[in-house]
């Protein structure tokens, strides 16, 4: 019988083992017992995105402080995914959705990368990373993407290893539709999405020009860059899924 | 060479012809002229749902008024097309994203369905019907999905037609993968997707035991309800568009 899975989770940075009692920061601290009041006997899942999912129970709460003690690893660590998404930024609130969406959807490396048409060009990364934890710990995942520092889209493509697939969503209709390109696809491999305002003309081009791209359609209907985001990854898991 | 469509494109009630003058009402009167800042011989492109996409030049735009004169043809109407999105509301940012996003990925019925586990019982249904309606203008589709008023699920499937297929998201797993099942199917069709806490067990096995029902599998991490409605209608679609 499968093991019970508390439905708290949290993500930690410390080593789990069956040896580790563990202190909380301050905010874990304040959402397991203000928000989900939890108390001394209560159960948490705690993953750190190496050691598997473990079952933790809450031994003190004082008014600041929270320490667990680890009673049994509930699932081993599945082996690493490498399924990246490049996007340009976003509007806050729109941004906030598609990277808690993108770690629903099991991507494993979220990259920013500013191209010509791109409005927002400033990024809170230590909040996206907040938004693509909370995503990580609600979702069952036993991992969080990692988020890299925003690059200019000229730079990443000039250093773009051959053997890498990039799928770039051609919002132009330049492309084979994505389904039949992604069910003959695999990871390791790169999602990429433009702008609202779509890749300039030279932009384009130079996708064009890169042997490891690959142009997809998304189809005629014009998507905001954050559907696009959301429905291109959910197409790559789906197809992945059916493949198994 | 095909028309040049303006960017600006709004949704009315009117009949469009190349007889018709209109006159706008005062929301997008303001957003025409206060918010895109248009004027006399600017261009927007009109659509209503049964007429095609029609060029429009304003004619004059008063302090609170706008007339505008149709010139064109851009766009036939298209068939219509037939495929519903059954959803249990959400909190209000959710829906009105996924109101968005459905209305994006080609929605043409959107029904909400209230079920045992629903938390959300209340909708403002004309703001939800402005979401839909603002994503088609920006979308650049023709039409504009019709939002039900909320039915019991009970009654729903008490009421279904046999000969309407309706795939049902099984977050237990109990489905065949979405994209084999999608990749021969078509519309008419309904996709339902339960709400946040999932479907009661009595709401599931009235389901498997509805001949139309198809259950389906979107894979091994628990999705958000409203992502899951983005994902299942970016997959049908995707998986039609490959079919072309």
């Keep these: 019988m499968p093991l019970q899975r508390p439905k708290i989770r949290l993500f ?69 995914g490498d399924l990246g998404l490049l996007f340009a930024p976003l509007k806050r609130a729109r941004l906030e959705i598609m990277v808690e969406k993108a770690t629903e959807l099991g991507v494993t490396r979220l990259q920013p990368v500013l191209t010509r048409y791109t409005a927002v060009r400033r990024l809170n990364l230590p909040r996206l990373a907040a938004h693509a934890r909370e995503a990580a710990e609600q979702c069952g995942r036993l991992e969080v993407p990692a988020l890299a520092e925003p690059m200019a889209l000229d730079e990443v493509l000039a250093a773009w290893p051959v053997a890498r697939p990039l799928y770039w969503c051609d919002e132009r209709g330049g492309g084979r539709p994505a389904a039949a390109v992604f069910a003959a696809a695999s990871s390791p491999a790169d999602l990429l999405i433009g702008p609202e305002g779509g890749f300039a003309p030279d932009e384009a081009a130079r996708l064009e020009a890169l042997a490891a791209a690959v142009a997809v359609d998304l189809g005629p209907r014009l998507l905001r860059a954050d559907t696009a985001g959301v429905v291109v990854l959910g197409l790559w898991q789906a197809l992945n899924l059916a493949k198994k």
């Design 12 to 80: 930690v940075e410390a080593v789990l083992d069956s040896e580790t009692n563990l202190e909380l920061d301050h905010d874990q601290c304040h959402y397991l017992l203000r928000v989900m009041r939890l108390g001394p006997g209560d159960e948490v899942a705690l993953f750190n995105g190496r050691d598997g999912e473990w079952r933790a129970e809450v031994l003190e709460s004082g008014r600041r402080a929270c320490r667990l003690a680890l009673r049994e690893r509930l699932l081993a660590q599945p082996p690493a």
